[in-house]
């Protein structure tokens, strides 16, 4: 059985004995990250530097909330707006592992320039026991490479610690509510953020459409399981496919996109089962989101695919 209060005790400790010196932590904002943070600032917190990129893949508003939970359990944090540099690097890349890889390097160029600003020796990431089991190795196939260790550049300067590495999902949540961490709860979202999402060209136009449509899976999820009509799916969004179809604007022909509502009960993130929505909350989501992008996305379709054989991400 897991011991939270142990596991955080010797977290802590190992953490005091092996950080020596200023320690850079990726913060993304989610779960994983942020209780990662959380325990070392309780570790080393005079020896934290605590960095947030805003990628531009982010979803929407999402950038200041990060700020203000961050800031809530009182690391040290510095915000890096980087959404240029991350969409000139993805331009024109639409395979799947390529852009993991291409974001994985992105960010570890960012961490080194931050790097040399505070002389850090150390990086900290909240990476977790799916991310590496589906990255390969050894006996390992490659699910998908996550960017936090399929994506890491071999000349790397800085040396990685990632003191949840053996938990599971259910496992960090856990944690994070003993260190009363209100985002514990927070619903998982890649650290590759919506370029998972956005399949085929990455481009501000089409990552701004599945941000919007992202928002309002969100929105209305949540409202449909405050008014009891169904539970709340462990993880629920839209993603943009590279599918067009003809449709109808009004009396205009109109030859649109495709957005797929994907929502998943699960505990740990290894398997899943699609979550039944009503049909009435799928109708209310496709009508919002073909009038709000309206002549961009003209089809909306729900995934039914369990995990496996299919992943909770697209990609």
């Known amino acids: 059985m897991f011991d939270v209060k142990e596991f955080v005790n010797d977290a802590v400790e190992s953490l005091r004995a ?5 320690a850079i932590i990726a913060c993304s904002g989610g779960v994983d990250s942020t209780v990662a943070a959380a325990i070392a600032n309780i570790a080393v917190g005079d020896k934290l530097h605590c960095v947030y990129v805003d990628t531009g893949l982010m979803r929407k508003n999402e950038t200041a909330e990060i700020e203000a939970m961050l800031k809530e359990i009182g690391v040290n944090l510095t915000t890096v707006y980087a ?6 690097a993805l331009a024109g890349v639409t395979e799947p592992e ?3 890889k291409i974001i994985g390097e992105m960010f570890i160029r960012v961490f080194e320039e931050e790097q040399e600003k505070v002389g850090a020796k150390f990086l900290l990431q909240g990476t977790i ?14 699910i998908k490479s996550h960017h936090n260790v399929g994506g890491l550049p071999e000349d790397m300067t800085l040396e990685i610690i990632e003191p949840l590495r053996d938990l599971y999902k259910d496992e960090v949540r856990e944690v994070g509510a003993y260190l009363n961490i209100e985002s514990s709860s ?19 136009e089409r990552v701004e459409i599945v941000r919007e449509a992202c928002h ?18 462990w993880q ?36 899943a089962r699609y979550s ?10 496709s009508n919002r989101i073909t009038n709000k992008v309206k002549g961009a996305v003209n089809r909306v379709v729900y995934d039914i695919t369990n995990k496996p054989p299919g992943t909770i991400e697209w990609e």
Do not use: N
């Open 18 to 22: 092996t950080v020596d010196q200023t």
């Open 83 to 88: 959404a240029e540099r991350f969409f000139k």
């Open 98 to 100: 390529r852009k993991r």
């Open 129 to 142: 026991a799916p991310d590496w089991i589906e990255s390969g190795g050894g006996v390992r196939d490659t």
């Open 186 to 204: 927070r619903q998982p979202f890649p650290g590759p953020g919506l370029a998972v999402r956005c399949l085929g060209d990455l481009t501000p």
């Open 216 to 233: 309002i899976v969100e929105e209305e999820l949540e409202a449909a399981a405050a008014e009891g009509k169904m539970e709340l799916p």
């Open 236 to 271: 629920y969004f839209a993603a943009l496919l590279p599918v067009r179809s003809v449709g109808v604007h009004g009396d205009v022909r109109a030859y649109g996109e495709t957005i797929v509502v994907r929502a998943v009960a699960s505990l740990d993130g290894m398997s």
């Open 276 to 285: 039944p929505i009503p049909h009435e909350v799928l109708q209310k989501i």
